[in-house]
């Protein structure tokens, strides 16, 4: 569905007014960024908004970052806050979803009512399963659905039909099987998904592969395949999703941040230098490389022209599963 994107930076520094004049130098570009985040705690929103405010603060790029989950809506709730306060010091981060349940009507709004800054980071889907499952790999796991879908509850961090939905759907379809017979159990944020996955709720969950990979490497948790076109060198013993069954399957999440609507193109200037310039910083590769992140990046009308883009596709996919 998607082809791996991933970032060719500026080679030249951005030129911006009076007030980003301190970003050639290296030093502080931005003095404070509240970041909020659609979901709960532990899921892939809060981990991009809390890595990032890591990376920016600790390598002195930005002042001060503070962070406030706001859950509800689907994240309509989020979005319809920023645009009511219209808050500049605040940027929002979002993915992927923001496309899936605004074609859905999850919420009224779109990616066109904010200010696209940037798109930051890519994240893989991964199937996950606990580690004394009875599928050690995912062909396994591909039978059992195959032989009794209605047995197999696999859940994900978002409404039923969103994008970890949607992950499975594609998987299952790819898989030579019903994609509609998934048995998917929605949960507020993927910290609680993997929760339901721990305490043996769900027998599988779709979700980021950065979301994933910290348990599995303390063996709490299996990645039975993820949905790259190669493996990834921070798992090479995991398989693709296509290397386990699952033919052509490719899907990437991207995550990034808007900000209010009306935005003044000087405030606007200065996130997206304060967002660039956190590649070079080795604070950004440690959080990165941690969270098993690709780095990608489409800033300002780049970004836009991508999130049309990924609308129309989606909604093709959408259509074909029978989601919309």
Same mark, same amino acid.
Request: proline letters at 3%.
């Given at each position: ?35 909020? $985040? ?40 989020? $979005? ?33 009512? %904010?200010?696209? $800054? ?79 996955? %721990? ?126």
């Amino acid at each position: 569905m998607f082809k791996q994107f991933k970032a060719a930076l500026a080679a030249t520094a951005l030129t911006f007014g009076v007030a980003g004049a301190a970003m050639a130098d290296g030093h502080q570009k931005v003095e404070d960024i509240h970041f909020l $985040i659609p979901g709960g705690a532990g899921g892939g929103w809060d981990g991009t908004a809390r890595g990032t405010g890591e990376a920016l603060t600790k390598s002195g790029i930005v002042g001060q970052a503070t962070y406030e989950n706001m859950s509800g809506g689907g994240g309509g709730k989020a $979005i319809a806050h920023l645009i009511e306060t219209g808050d500049s010091g605040t940027l929002m981060v979002n993915s992927t979803p923001i496309v899936i349940r605004s074609l859905q009507g999850v919420f009224p709004q779109s990616f066109r009512d %904010l200010t696209p $800054i940037a798109g930051t980071i890519g994240d893989y889907g991964a199937m996950v399963v606990h580690k004394d499952s009875q599928f050690e790999d995912m062909q396994a796991l591909l039978a059992a659905y195959a032989n009794d879908p209605s047995s197999m509850a696999i859940g994900g961090g978002s409404v039923a039909g969103s994008m970890d939905h949607l992950i499975a759907a594609l998987v299952m379809k790819n898989a030579g099987a019903n994609p509609m017979d998934v048995k998917y159990i929605p949960y507020d944020a993927g910290g609680k998904a993997m929760a339901g996955l %721990l305490s043996g709720e769900i027998a599988a969950l779709t979700t980021g592969f950065g979301e994933a990979i910290e348990l599995a490497r303390q063996g709490e948790v299996n990645i039975l395949c993820v949905t790259s076109t190669e493996r990834l060198d921070t798992a090479p013993d995991t398989p693709t999703c296509d290397e386990a069954g699952s033919k052509g399957t490719e899907f990437v999440n991207w995550r990034g941040f808007f900000a209010a609507p009306g935005l003044d193109e000087d405030t606007k200037a200065q996130y997206i230098s304060a967002l660039n310039a956190m590649y070079d910083t080795e604070e950004w590769a440690t959080v990165r490389d941690r969270n098993g992140w690709v780095d990608i990046y489409n800033a300002d009308s780049d970004f836009v022209a991508f999130l049309e883009k990924q609308e129309e596709e989606i909604a093709g996919l959408m259509r074909e599963l029978g989601f919309l």
